[in-house]
Protein backbone atom coordinates (compact mmCIF):
# COMPACT_ATOMS: atom_id res chain seq x y z
CA UNK A 1 0.00 0.00 0.00
CA UNK A 2 2.81 2.43 1.03
CA UNK A 3 4.03 1.79 -3.11
CA UNK A 4 0.86 2.45 -4.34
CA UNK A 5 0.64 5.65 -2.24
CA UNK A 6 4.01 6.70 -3.14
CA UNK A 7 3.42 6.71 -6.75
CA UNK A 8 -0.12 7.80 -6.84
CA UNK A 9 1.50 11.19 -5.67
CA UNK A 10 4.33 11.80 -8.06
CA UNK A 11 1.96 11.18 -10.74
CA UNK A 12 -0.34 14.07 -9.36
CA UNK A 13 2.40 16.52 -8.66
CA UNK A 14 3.93 15.69 -12.35
CA UNK A 15 -0.07 16.84 -13.68
CA UNK A 16 0.13 19.47 -11.01
CA UNK A 17 3.56 20.70 -12.45
CA UNK A 18 2.58 20.33 -15.80
CA UNK A 19 -1.08 22.23 -15.67
CA UNK A 20 0.69 25.20 -13.69
CA UNK A 21 3.54 24.62 -16.72
CA UNK A 22 0.82 24.89 -19.66
CA UNK A 23 -0.92 28.08 -17.50
CA UNK A 24 2.52 30.06 -17.89
CA UNK A 25 2.95 29.67 -21.49
CA UNK A 26 -0.67 30.36 -21.94
CA UNK A 27 -0.60 33.47 -20.27
CA UNK A 28 2.76 34.54 -21.97
CA UNK A 29 1.41 33.39 -25.36
CA UNK A 30 -1.90 36.06 -24.18
CA UNK A 31 0.30 38.81 -23.78
CA UNK A 32 2.22 38.34 -26.69
CA UNK A 33 -1.23 38.45 -28.67
CA UNK A 34 -2.13 41.31 -26.44
CA UNK A 35 1.11 43.14 -27.59
CA UNK A 36 1.61 42.42 -31.22
CA UNK A 37 -2.39 43.26 -31.99
CA UNK A 38 -1.83 46.95 -30.36
CA UNK A 39 0.70 46.95 -32.17
CA UNK A 40 -1.08 46.26 -35.66
CA UNK A 41 -3.57 49.22 -34.91
CA UNK A 42 -2.14 52.57 -35.71
CA UNK A 43 -2.63 55.41 -33.57
CA UNK A 44 -2.93 58.90 -35.17
CA UNK A 45 0.05 60.81 -34.37
CA UNK A 46 -1.29 64.24 -35.87
CA UNK A 47 -1.13 67.83 -33.79
CA UNK A 48 -3.59 69.88 -33.87
CA UNK A 49 -3.68 73.31 -33.33
CA UNK A 50 -3.22 77.34 -34.06
CA UNK A 51 -0.45 78.70 -35.94
CA UNK A 52 1.37 81.41 -33.68
CA UNK A 53 2.23 84.41 -34.55
CA UNK A 54 6.53 83.14 -33.79
CA UNK A 55 5.69 81.46 -37.45
CA UNK A 56 8.58 82.49 -39.61
CA UNK A 57 10.43 81.40 -42.64
CA UNK A 58 11.81 77.88 -41.68
CA UNK A 59 10.05 77.92 -38.49
CA UNK A 60 6.38 76.76 -37.36
CA UNK A 61 5.02 77.89 -33.80
CA UNK A 62 1.82 76.32 -32.66
CA UNK A 63 -0.41 76.21 -30.05
CA UNK A 64 -1.80 72.62 -29.13
CA UNK A 65 -5.31 71.89 -28.58
CA UNK A 66 -3.65 70.78 -25.54
CA UNK A 67 -1.98 74.09 -24.82
CA UNK A 68 1.28 73.34 -25.31
CA UNK A 69 3.20 75.80 -27.38
CA UNK A 70 5.54 74.62 -30.24
CA UNK A 71 8.00 75.52 -31.78
CA UNK A 72 9.24 73.15 -35.30
CA UNK A 73 11.89 73.51 -38.07
CA UNK A 74 9.38 73.50 -41.40
CA UNK A 75 12.88 73.74 -43.73
CA UNK A 76 12.84 70.08 -45.04
CA UNK A 77 9.47 69.75 -45.16
CA UNK A 78 8.71 72.77 -47.37
CA UNK A 79 11.85 71.58 -49.33
CA UNK A 80 10.12 68.06 -49.66
CA UNK A 81 6.87 69.55 -50.74
CA UNK A 82 5.00 68.56 -47.19
CA UNK A 83 3.77 72.24 -46.30
CA UNK A 84 0.28 72.32 -47.99
CA UNK A 85 -2.17 75.02 -47.70
CA UNK A 86 0.30 77.82 -46.43
CA UNK A 87 0.88 79.08 -42.77
CA UNK A 88 -1.11 82.08 -41.69
CA UNK A 89 -1.06 83.65 -37.86
CA UNK A 90 -4.30 82.41 -36.56
CA UNK A 91 -5.26 79.30 -38.30
CA UNK A 92 -5.91 76.23 -37.46
CA UNK A 93 -3.24 73.26 -38.68
CA UNK A 94 -2.50 69.61 -38.45
CA UNK A 95 0.88 69.04 -38.03
CA UNK A 96 2.79 65.43 -38.34
CA UNK A 97 6.49 65.86 -36.15
CA UNK A 98 8.85 63.49 -35.32
CA UNK A 99 9.74 61.83 -31.93
CA UNK A 100 11.38 64.59 -30.68
CA UNK A 101 8.94 66.98 -31.89
CA UNK A 102 11.57 69.27 -33.14
CA UNK A 103 10.66 68.98 -37.13
CA UNK A 104 7.90 69.30 -38.53
CA UNK A 105 7.52 66.26 -41.64
CA UNK A 106 3.52 67.39 -42.59
CA UNK A 107 2.06 70.03 -42.29
CA UNK A 108 -1.95 70.81 -43.65
CA UNK A 109 -3.53 74.25 -42.75
CA UNK A 110 -7.10 73.06 -42.00
CA UNK A 111 -8.40 76.47 -42.89
CA UNK A 112 -7.21 76.07 -46.57
CA UNK A 113 -8.54 72.72 -47.15
CA UNK A 114 -12.05 73.92 -45.88
CA UNK A 115 -14.34 74.62 -48.56
CA UNK A 116 -15.76 73.52 -51.60
CA UNK A 117 -13.87 71.65 -54.22
CA UNK A 118 -15.04 70.95 -57.72
CA UNK A 119 -13.81 69.33 -61.04
CA UNK A 120 -15.45 68.62 -64.48
CA UNK A 121 -17.78 65.91 -64.39
CA UNK A 122 -15.83 62.68 -65.85
CA UNK A 123 -18.43 61.52 -67.99
CA UNK A 124 -19.38 64.40 -70.01
CA UNK A 125 -17.31 67.54 -68.72
CA UNK A 126 -20.85 69.50 -69.22
CA UNK A 127 -21.10 70.06 -64.94
CA UNK A 128 -19.37 70.18 -62.19
CA UNK A 129 -19.03 67.66 -59.29
CA UNK A 130 -17.16 67.76 -56.13
CA UNK A 131 -16.89 67.89 -52.81
CA UNK A 132 -17.62 70.57 -49.56
CA UNK A 133 -15.31 69.96 -46.78
CA UNK A 134 -17.03 71.85 -44.09
CA UNK A 135 -15.39 72.36 -39.91
CA UNK A 136 -15.88 69.77 -37.46
CA UNK A 137 -15.19 66.95 -39.88
CA UNK A 138 -18.49 67.11 -41.92
CA UNK A 139 -18.35 65.71 -45.43
CA UNK A 140 -20.53 66.78 -48.38
CA UNK A 141 -21.11 65.58 -52.37
CA UNK A 142 -21.89 68.67 -54.73
CA UNK A 143 -23.83 68.01 -57.99
CA UNK A 144 -23.25 64.22 -57.28
CA UNK A 145 -25.82 61.35 -56.75
CA UNK A 146 -23.40 57.95 -57.36
CA UNK A 147 -21.31 59.16 -54.09
CA UNK A 148 -22.27 60.76 -50.75
CA UNK A 149 -19.84 61.48 -49.11
CA UNK A 150 -19.95 61.79 -44.81
CA UNK A 151 -17.03 62.30 -43.18
CA UNK A 152 -13.54 63.97 -43.16
CA UNK A 153 -10.20 63.25 -41.09
CA UNK A 154 -6.76 63.79 -40.96
CA UNK A 155 -4.93 60.86 -40.02
CA UNK A 156 -1.12 60.70 -39.75
CA UNK A 157 -1.05 63.38 -42.48
CA UNK A 158 -3.24 61.64 -44.60
CA UNK A 159 -7.04 62.70 -45.56
CA UNK A 160 -9.73 60.27 -44.74
CA UNK A 161 -12.70 60.27 -45.83
CA UNK A 162 -16.02 58.20 -45.46
CA UNK A 163 -18.48 57.97 -47.86
CA UNK A 164 -21.88 55.79 -49.31
CA UNK A 165 -22.05 54.67 -53.08
CA UNK A 166 -25.06 54.15 -55.00
CA UNK A 167 -26.36 51.16 -54.50
CA UNK A 168 -24.91 50.12 -51.91
CA UNK A 169 -27.59 50.36 -49.54
CA UNK A 170 -25.92 52.34 -46.47
CA UNK A 171 -22.31 50.49 -46.17
CA UNK A 172 -19.61 52.96 -45.53
CA UNK A 173 -16.59 52.68 -47.22
CA UNK A 174 -13.51 54.98 -45.89
CA UNK A 175 -11.11 55.78 -48.25
CA UNK A 176 -7.05 57.34 -47.49
CA UNK A 177 -5.86 59.52 -49.62
CA UNK A 178 -2.41 61.23 -49.83
CA UNK A 179 -2.63 64.74 -50.04
CA UNK A 180 0.04 66.37 -53.30
CA UNK A 181 -0.90 69.83 -53.55
CA UNK A 182 -3.15 72.01 -51.54
CA UNK A 183 -3.18 75.91 -52.45
CA UNK A 184 -6.17 78.92 -51.97
CA UNK A 185 -7.51 77.43 -55.50
CA UNK A 186 -6.37 74.26 -56.21
CA UNK A 187 -6.62 70.60 -54.15
CA UNK A 188 -5.49 67.37 -55.47
CA UNK A 189 -5.30 63.71 -53.80
CA UNK A 190 -4.40 60.02 -54.41
CA UNK A 191 -5.90 57.20 -53.24
CA UNK A 192 -3.53 54.68 -50.46
CA UNK A 193 -3.57 51.35 -49.66
CA UNK A 194 -5.18 50.13 -53.06
CA UNK A 195 -4.03 48.29 -56.40
CA UNK A 196 -2.67 50.06 -58.76
CA UNK A 197 -5.53 49.52 -61.09
CA UNK A 198 -7.64 51.44 -58.74
CA UNK A 199 -5.64 53.80 -57.59
CA UNK A 200 -7.26 57.68 -58.57
CA UNK A 201 -5.96 60.82 -58.35
CA UNK A 202 -8.67 63.54 -57.66
CA UNK A 203 -8.08 67.35 -59.18
CA UNK A 204 -9.96 70.09 -57.56
CA UNK A 205 -10.70 73.71 -58.01
CA UNK A 206 -12.14 75.84 -55.41
CA UNK A 207 -15.40 76.75 -56.65
CA UNK A 208 -16.46 80.10 -57.63
CA UNK A 209 -19.28 81.89 -59.27
CA UNK A 210 -19.45 82.02 -62.29
CA UNK A 211 -19.91 86.04 -63.86
CA UNK A 212 -22.11 86.70 -65.51
CA UNK A 213 -22.75 87.29 -69.17
CA UNK A 214 -21.73 91.02 -70.23
CA UNK A 215 -24.72 92.33 -72.56
CA UNK A 216 -23.08 95.20 -72.90
CA UNK A 217 -26.34 97.06 -72.01
CA UNK A 218 -29.01 95.19 -73.62
CA UNK A 219 -31.87 93.08 -72.38
CA UNK A 220 -33.43 89.95 -73.47
CA UNK A 221 -36.98 90.27 -74.45
CA UNK A 222 -38.87 87.59 -73.16
CA UNK A 223 -41.14 85.86 -76.27
CA UNK A 224 -44.33 83.42 -76.76
CA UNK A 225 -42.33 82.19 -79.67
CA UNK A 226 -41.77 78.52 -79.94
CA UNK A 227 -39.11 78.98 -82.20
CA UNK A 228 -37.27 81.21 -80.39
CA UNK A 229 -37.38 79.39 -77.02
CA UNK A 230 -34.19 77.73 -75.75
Not at 109 to 127: K, Q
Not at 146 to 168: A, H, M, P, Q, S
Amino acid sequence: MKRVFVFVFVVAGLVGFGSCGGGKQQQVAMETDSVSTEELVPRDKTIYGICSDGTAMNTLEIITDSGDTLRLGIEKASESGKVFGGLQVADRVAVVADKDRKEAQIVINLNTLLGDWVMPDPLDGSDEIGIRIKEGGVAESIDQSTIIYRTWKIFNGDLEILLVREGGGDEEEENRYEILTLGPDTLAYRTLGKPKDETETFEYNRWKEKPKLDLHGLELEDTNDEFNKI
